[in-house]
């Protein structure tokens, strides 16, 4: 079983920054890519971000692109979200997710085969 824990949601004010993280542990198991979803109320969960854990390429969703940057740590077995520049649209349940082997596409929730709990991200007037 893989557990994907995330951290560091909250509240801020627009224009300011949050950086989420996600730590996975449990069984072994080989990464392929992980990850970073929001769902806010009565909308579809979305793709934000996504990293290549060989490699380190990365992707973003147009909505975020040049204010998020996705990040990890091998060697914590750890993926980051950092986010500056936050608009109220922002305010979401943000989901980690890992996927352990190659698809396609990485902006698609049903390529991944673990989801963690989701944290909040309240951006406020």
């Known amino acids: 079983q893989v557990q994907l824990v995330e951290s560091g949601g909250g509240l801020v004010q627009a224009g300011g920054s949050l950086m989420l993280s996600c730590a996975a542990s449990?069984?072994?198991?080989?990464?392929?890519?992980m990850g970073w979803f929001r769902q806010a109320p009565g909308k579809e969960r979305e793709f934000v971000a996504a990293i290549r854990w060989s490699g380190g390429s990365t992707y973003y969703a147009d909505s975020v692109k040049g204010r998020f940057t996705i990040s990890r740590d091998n060697a914590k077995n750890t993926v980051y979200l950092q986010m500056n520049s936050l608009k109220l649209e922002d305010t979401a349940v943000y989901y980690c997710?890992?996927?352990?082997?190659?698809?396609?596409?990485?902006?698609?929730?049903?390529?991944?085969?673990?989801w963690g709990q989701g944290t909040q991200v309240t951006v406020s007037s």
């Open positions: 997710a890992a996927m352990h082997t190659a698809r396609t596409p990485l902006t698609l929730d049903s390529m991944y085969d673990y």
């Open positions: 449990g069984r072994t198991f080989s990464r392929y890519a």
